[in-house]
């Protein structure tokens, strides 16, 4: 796909990845419609891009807001013509074992990292069968491709998603929309610092377990945004970001029920 003067929204664009995949559209004079609930950051996203030569609009959005969700392709209708692309990055993490984390915020990481994704492709699908060539990006994670201990409520909507975009995959088949899913490895953004903790450790284990986790997230934004912007202007079904995606993705294949016995020695 050619990505010059086709259009596209880019949800949890006001930092990291997102923000990434949108200066890297936009240096190939791809349209924006971002989106994100970070006013402050969403507003500097646009500083970033604007002397790209691009038509840019910026929308404040809960993705976990169904009514929300539901206006913003009419929102989206008023600045641009069409949309081509479709970028469901936002997402939230979520600190703490099964045990330790609460119904309430499983249930709000869901609303966010699945229940957004499907909110937002059902509600832009119509209008990208209109493009004469469509894509759906969905962010899973390294963690969409294996399930780490104290990772349960992440793992599972990132496994959801993963199931999801390649459900949708195959039953668009034959359309004009294509489906990509995308597993970031570990790319430097904030998503630790900001996850939301579990009331079930101290204020020094959980700032351990930041810092621990910090240490792995060694690829900057940046360089993951471009990884994936030309892995979709080259049409592919899924993208690995970083090694240590493409690495897991390997060994859980070859040892599906015992990979963690290698992959947590590197990992922890």
């Known amino acids: 796909m050619n990505l010059a003067g086709r259009t596209a929204v880019v949800t949890g664009a006001g930092s990291g990845i997102g923000r990434a995949i949108a200066v890297s559209l936009a240096e190939r004079q791809c349209h924006l419609a971002l989106a994100d609930i970070d006013e402050a950051g969403l507003s500097q996203t646009g500083k970033f891009v604007e002397n790209c030569a691009v038509n840019l609009s910026l929308h404040l959005l809960d993705v976990g807001d169904q009514d929300a969700v539901a206006a913003l392709p009419k929102a989206v209708a008023q600045r641009h013509a069409k949309v081509d692309l479709l970028f469901n990055n936002a997402g939230v993490a979520l600190g703490g074992s099964f045990e330790e984390i609460s119904e309430a915020d499983f249930q709000w990481l869901f609303n966010i990292n699945f229940w957004g994704v499907v909110r937002m492709s059902r509600a832009f699908l119509p209008v990208l069968r209109q493009s004469d060539a469509a894509r759906i990006v969905n962010m899973s994670s390294l963690f969409g491709l294996i399930s780490p201990p104290g990772q349960a409520a992440y793992a599972a909507s990132k496994f959801a998603v993963r199931g999801f975009s390649n459900a949708l995959r195959y039953e668009l088949e034959g359309s004009t929309v294509a489906v990509t899913v995308v597993h970031p490895g570990g790319v430097a953004t904030s998503i630790a610092r900001n996850a939301r903790k579990s009331n079930g450790n101290s204020a020094a284990q959980i700032d351990e377990a930041i810092d621990r986790v ?41 040892m599906p029920v015992s990979y963690w016995r290698l992959l947590g020695r590197r990992l922890q």
Not at 218 to 245: F, N, S, T, W, Y
């Open 214 to 254: 910090e240490k792995l997230l060694r690829m900057p934004p940046q360089r993951a945004g471009e990884i994936i912007v030309k892995g979709v202007a080259k049409g592919k079904a899924r993208i690995l970001v970083g090694v240590d995606a493409k690495v897991a993705s390997l060994i859980e294949r070859v």
